[in-house]
């Protein structure tokens, strides 16, 4: 059906765990982060619990997270200062003997884990912890590595696009992980439920200017040709972690044997802020040399690079289509994986009720 | 989160309305834009009583079907203000200006323990949060108060529904509610939720505070629709205005001077907010204070009053006729 697979931009899934920041950059002094439309105000307790609380004031709807820690794990709001718990309640109405029993500000499900804090906008009945999508490469001490969030105008739809399609690399990073085979190479996209799978194995190539680096981090003065592969895995709603990796050619790599290469997992999670802006969550994880905070801090520099020449695309995608709101999408074969994505998000956003999405607004 | 605190009115139309117990009628609309409906939730209603307008809110009863039909329960008794009687009167096929669901009293998923307290009619707002709590698999109590079987709807529903989890204290069957002990067996951890009538609500208050349980653990709604005296004819004397009339029993202190004609502020109107405070000059009567604005030290003290809520009665006077209350308003 046309109308829904190829709407432009999507909205976005309430009942499902998003990023909405770092675990470190959570702390007692609060945040401000809009996740789905919703600002929050994040904080953390004495006892170091992360929470996230509608950033507007019961009362006159001031922020929240202009305000300042309160007691053991409340939050005193900076105007006339009404204090809440960490379940939204008012603990403390200065100006009066009692408290409104109204006076609650909404407190949305919070869990940490793979050194992000997630959160749920939706029914919280549904907020079940095991629904987190498997990110474990971020803390598992079998790999290594850091990230960083890059904040994109354009709506998340656009990222999930670009992740799963990685043929764009020989336009868009021609200088560090493009190559021609890209293109050329078969794919095979798989799907299961909420995931979906997209496989690209290339043999015997040169190996492209990063990828040489890191082999030559892991094989000093390796010279020669590789196999290498892209493995995407996306799992609902919006996290796509990338199996990404070269092998000395002709070692055993597409069989399972990985010892004669080097491997990397590029974890993405995308978190809608508005329709127009979402929070784009990275890391770069690898399997080798993890003494190396060298290595750590040369990938994590060299990703943000790369992903920069993404941004600068999405934007202007976002701004073109924008422009051109009586334009439609069509269609390649390359976006099979995405369109899949797609379709998964229909389904999601069809059982809360919120499918057709709104046109895309030129406001 | 579709129920939101906004009131936006929309046309309902009555598709069912039966009497549940001969004080409690349950009527179902449905509404012309349905939203999902949570538990806590309520519609404010437009009712038409003596030629004017009013609003009265009704809790409603447990969240079905996205909220395509809105269910509530209504009781009609001697405290009610005649908003009861109008909708007592709605046959099936007639419309109505309702509002989409207000959540003001939202259950928060994540306690450790749940104590659901619901007194007569105030069943309506605790029933769904009881079922949200047994789909979860939360640990509840639900305790239900009743002067007699005869007049507490949902009983055989709630029976097959929450088993041994539900606790029903009669009075007429000599099983009447001790507050304190039931306050008692609360530890830091349970939140309590009540609803019920205000004398209930206020010994659980006072319970609470005694034993310095968080207030924030102590979540309660009221409407401001039931007081320690059934409503009674009183009089309003304003001196600096030369002002006086008297509050008929189905209209409250601030309709009474606002249809005449005086300007007196107030938001909430159901005694939460304090803006429509008048102080007491002098008081031949006593107050009902229905509000939940002023501390138990407030009220005895007796010298200001929420007018939305809050009446005088004539108990003890030593002569005939209504209170009399003479106030100054800002
Ligand atoms: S706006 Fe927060 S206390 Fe007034
Ligand atoms: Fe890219």
Redesign the interface.
């Known amino acids: 059906m046309r109308e829904t697979t190829v709407n432009k931009v999507l909205g976005h899934p309430l009942n499902a765990w998003y990023v909405a920041a770092w675990d470190h950059e959570v702390n007692r002094k609060p945040l401000a982060r809009t996740v789905a439309n919703r600002p929050l105000a994040m904080y953390r307790t004495e006892d170091g619990r992360a929470v996230a609380l509608a950033d507007a004031c019961w009362h006159r709807l001031a922020p929240l997270s202009m305000g300042t820690p309160e007691g053991r794990d409340g939050i005193r709001c900076p105007y006339h200062g009404i204090v809440y718990?960490s379940?939204?309640?008012?603990?403390s109405m200065p100006a009066?003997?009692?408290?409104?029993?109204?006076a609650?500000v909404?407190?949305f499900?919070v869990v940490e884990l793979h050194r992000f804090v997630w959160v749920w906008?939706?029914d919280?009945?549904k907020?079940d912890p095991s629904l987190v999508p498997d990110m474990h490469q971020m803390d598992d001490p079998a790999w290594a590595g850091d990230g960083l969030t890059i904040p994109v105008a354009c709506n998340y739809q656009l990222v999930l696009d670009n992740l799963m399609d990685l043929t764009h690399e020989e336009f868009v990073h021609s200088s560090t992980i493009g190559q021609e085979e890209l293109s050329e190479s078969e794919f095979v996209v798989t799907h299961d439920g909420d995931t979906v799978t997209v496989e690209r194995w290339m043999l015997g190539i040169d190996a492209p200017p990063f990828w040489l680096a890191n082999m030559r981090d892991r094989f000093p003065g390796f010279e020669g040709k590789v196999d290498r592969w892209q493995i995407i895995h996306f799992e609902s709603p919006s996290t796509i972690n990338i199996d990404v990796g070269v092998a000395k050619a002709g070692t055993g790599a597409p069989a399972g044997d990985r010892s004669q290469g080097v491997n990397g997992y590029v974890m993405n999670t995308i978190t809608p802020e508005t329709d127009k802006s979402c929070n784009y969550f990275w890391a770069f994880m690898r399997n080798y040399r993890l003494e190396s905070q060298v290595i750590t801090t040369k990938l994590r520099d060299g990703v943000s690079r790369v992903f920069k020449e993404d941004e600068d695309m999405l934007v202007a995608q976002q701004a073109a289509i924008e422009a051109n709101p009586d334009y439609e999408f069509y269609s390649l074969n390359i976006d099979a994986g995405g369109m899949w994505v797609r379709r998964i998000l229909e389904g999601k956003l069809a059982a809360e009720?919120r499918l057709p999405v709104p046109a895309v607004s030129v406001a | 989160?579709a129920t939101s605190h906004s009131r936006v009115w929309q046309r309902a139309t009555v598709t069912e309305s039966d009497a549940l117990t001969p004080g409690i009628r349950r009527i179902v609309f449905e509404p012309q834009r349905p939203v999902?409906v949570e538990a806590g939730a309520h519609i404010d209603v437009k009712v038409t009583i003596g030629g004017a307008t009013d609003s009265r809110s009704y809790s409603v009863v447990t969240p079905s079907d996205?909220g395509r039909t809105i269910t509530i329960s209504v009781l009609d008794s001697p405290q009610s203000r005649g908003g009861a009687a109008v909708m007592h009167a709605l046959r099936v096929g007639d419309t109505i200006e309702i509002t989409q669901p207000v959540l003001?009293?939202?259950l928060?998923?994540?306690?450790a323990r749940y104590l659901l307290l619901a007194g007569g009619i105030g069943i309506t707002a605790i029933a769904g949060m009881a079922s949200?709590l047994r789909?979860?698999g939360a640990d509840y109590t639900l305790v239900y108060v009743g002067r007699g079987l005869g007049e507490m709807a949902f009983v055989e529903e709630l029976r097959r529904e929450h088993g041994q989890r539900l606790v029903l204290h009669v009075r007429d069957d000599g099983t009447p509610l001790d507050v304190a002990t039931l306050v008692g067996s609360v530890d830091a951890g349970t939140e309590l939720y009540t609803c019920g009538p205000i004398r209930l609500m206020d010994a659980v208050r006072r319970a609470w505070i005694e034993r310095e349980l968080?207030?924030?653990?102590l979540?309660?709604?009221?409407f401001g629709n039931s007081g320690w005296f059934d409503p009674q004819r009183f009089v309003v004397r304003i001196p600096r205005l030369g002002f006086e009339t008297m509050v008929g029993t189905s209209e409250t202190m601030l309709e009474a001077l606002e249809s005449a004609g005086l300007e007196v502020m107030s938001d909430?109107r159901k005694g939460?907010?304090?803006l429509c405070e008048v102080r007491v000059l002098h008081l031949d009567g006593d107050l009902d204070h229905r509000d939940?604005?002023?501390?138990e030290?407030?009220k005895d003290a007796r010298g200001k009053i929420c007018c939305c809520v809050s009446r005088a009665v004539s108990t003890d006077l030593g002569r005939p006729g209504p209170a009399v209350v003479t106030i100054d308003i800002s």
């Not at chain 1, 009066?96 to 109204?102: A, L």
């Not at chain 2, 979540?219 to 009221?222: D, H, K, Q």
């Open positions: 718990n379940a939204g309640r008012c603990i009066q003997e009692t408290i409104n029993p109204s609650t909404a407190s499900p906008l939706g919280p009945t907020a009720g | 989160m999902k996205e003001d009293f939202p928060r998923i994540g306690a949200v789909s979860i968080s207030p924030a653990n979540r309660f709604e009221t909430c939460e907010c304090g939940v604005f002023y501390s030290r407030q």
